[in-house]
C-alpha cells in the first residue's frame, strides 16, 4: 500500500470541522416532505470489503454517542473475498431521544469475479421496492420475497455507493466501473439521486491518517474524488464524500462523526427532494423469462 504526503496549500473544499451538534440537531428534527411515509429508505451497496456495513454502523455510533456493530463490518470480506451482508436488511437509525425517519438498507456486496446481471437487477429493484427484507439472491417474480406491488414506503430514495479510497481502480474498463455505469443510467433515468462516500481516507494518504482534519488538503484524496467522478461512476464531486468509518476504536471521534454526519445529511436531503416527487416504482424484469 503506497501512502502520499502530498498537502494543498489551502482547503478544496470549505468545511466547519465545528458543525457536529448542528448537524446532528437538524438531522433529529428533520421531517419528511410526503406524510404518508413514516421513514424513507436509503440503499447502501458497494464492492466487498469497502466499508459498506462500516459505514452504516458508523451513522450509527455518531447519532448514539458510542460504537454501534449492529450492521456485520465487511472490512474483513477481503480476507476470503466473499460478502459478509448475505440478505437485505434495514437499519433504523436512532438518536438519543428517538428513532429518526430514516433507514439505511445494506445488500450484499459486489464480488468483481463473480458479479452478474442478477446482481444488478436485484440493486435496481431494491431501489424500486421489490425486494422485501431477508431475500437471497438471485430474485424472481415467484419469490416469496419479491414485493409485487410497493408502497412509497417500501421504495428507496437515494442510493449510496461506498468505495474504498485506498484501492479504487484506475481503469476505466473494469467489471465493477462498467455495473455501477448500468445502475446509474437506469436508476438515473427515474430521477434516483446517488451518492458516493468514499471510504478509508486514512489509508489512502498518509497526511490524512496524521490528522483528520487535512482530508480536504490532500491533494490524492481531491486527484482519487475526481477521478471518481470522472471515470468511475459519473456522480459529480458534489455528491462525493470522503470519510473514515470507525473500525477499531472503542469510542467515537468528533472528527470522524462530522464527517459521516455531513455526508449523511446530503444523503437524506438528496433522498426527501426524490420523495418529494413521487414514485420511482417500475415493473420487475424476470431475466430468466426474457
Known amino acids: 500500500m503506497f501512502f502520499f504526503f502530498t498537502e ?3 482547503e478544496w473544499r470549505t468545511f466547519d470541522w465545528r458543525e457536529k451538534e448542528t448537524l446532528k440537531r437538524r438531522l433529529e428534527k ?6 404518508d411515509v413514516t421513514n424513507v429508505k436509503i440503499l447502501v451497496a458497494g464492492q466487498i470489503g469497502a466499508g459498506k456495513s462500516s459505514f452504516i454502523n458508523s451513522v450509527l455510533s455518531a447519532f448514539q454517542g458510542e460504537i ?3 450492521a456485520l463490518a465487511e472490512d474483513l470480506e477481503s480476507a476470503d473475498s466473499h460478502s459478509f451482508t448475505k440478505r437485505l436488511r434495514a437499519y433504523r437509525i436512532r438518536s438519543a431521544d428517538a428513532d429518526l425517519p430514516f433507514e439505511l438498507c445494506d445488500i450484499k456486496g459486489l464480488e468483481p469475479e463473480k458479479i452478474s446481471e442478477c446482481q444488478i437487477d436485484d440493486i435496481v429493484n431494491s431501489i424500486y421496492g421489490h ?6 439472491e438471485p430474485l424472481t417474480s ?4 419479491y414485493n409485487q406491488n410497493p408502497s412509497l414506503s417500501d421504495q428507496a430514495f437515494c442510493l449510496v455507493y461506498i468505495i474504498d479510497t485506498s484501492t479504487i481502480q484506475l481503469a476505466a474498463d473494469d467489471k ?3 455495473k455501477l455505469r448500468m445502475i446509474r443510467q437506469t436508476i438515473s ?6 451518492v458516493i462516500v468514499m471510504s478509508k481516507v486514512d489509508e489512502a494518504s498518509l497526511l490524512v491518517k496524521n490528522d483528520l482534519k487535512m482530508v480536504y488538503r490532500s491533494k490524492i484524496i481531491k486527484e482519487r474524488m475526481e477521478l471518481c467522478s470522472a471515470v468511475q461512476v ?6 462525493i464524500f470522503p470519510v473514515k468509518n470507525y473500525h477499531n476504536e472503542i469510542n467515537t471521534n468528533d472528527d470522524v462523526d462530522v464527517l459521516i454526519l455531513k455526508a449523511f445529511d446530503q444523503i437524506v436531503r438528496s433522498a426527501d427532494a426524490r420523495l418529494r416527487r413521487g414514485p420511482s416504482n417500475v415493473s420487475f424484469q424476470d431475466k430468466n423469462q426474457q
Not at 433515468?189 to 446517488?194: A, C, E, L, T, V
Open 8 to 10: 494543498l496549500d489551502e
Open 30 to 35: 428533520f421531517t419528511l416532505s410526503n406524510p
Open 68 to 70: 454501534v456493530n449492529e
Open 234 to 239: 459519473g456522480v459529480p464531486v458534489s455528491n
Open 176 to 178: 465493477i466501473t462498467e
Open 142 to 145: 415467484d419469490d416469496e420475497h
Open 131 to 136: 425486494v422485501k427484507e431477508g431475500y437471497k
Open 189 to 194: 433515468d427515474r430521477g434516483i439521486p446517488q
